[in-house]
């Protein structure tokens, strides 16, 4: 069962992820930027250090398939 309390917190971080997101995705993407960010996210996840490894890896992947696809339907759009 999940609280309310969880449900916020998972709420907050997806809006903060968002809207950083929305800042980096107008540029082309800059994997310097989304590195950055991967670190500036793992402060927001409690796991085992066995694990910050594998949740970076993670993270950093989603992050920067998610600016290229971002990227590359807005340059397609201002091509129209």
Excluded: C
Aim: proline share 4%; glycine share 2%; charged share 25%.
């Amino acid at each position: 069962m999940v609280n309310t309390a969880a449900i916020k917190a998972q709420y907050d971080f997806l809006k903060h992820v968002h809207d950083k997101l929305e800042r980096i995705t107008t540029k082309k993407p800059k994997p310097a930027a989304v590195e950055k960010m991967v670190t500036s996210l793992l402060t927001w996840f409690k796991a085992p250090a066995a694990r910050q490894k594998q949740f970076a890896q993670r993270l950093r992947y989603g992050l920067l398939h998610y600016n290229a696809r971002q990227y590359h339907v807005a340059s397609m759009a201002d091509e129209d």
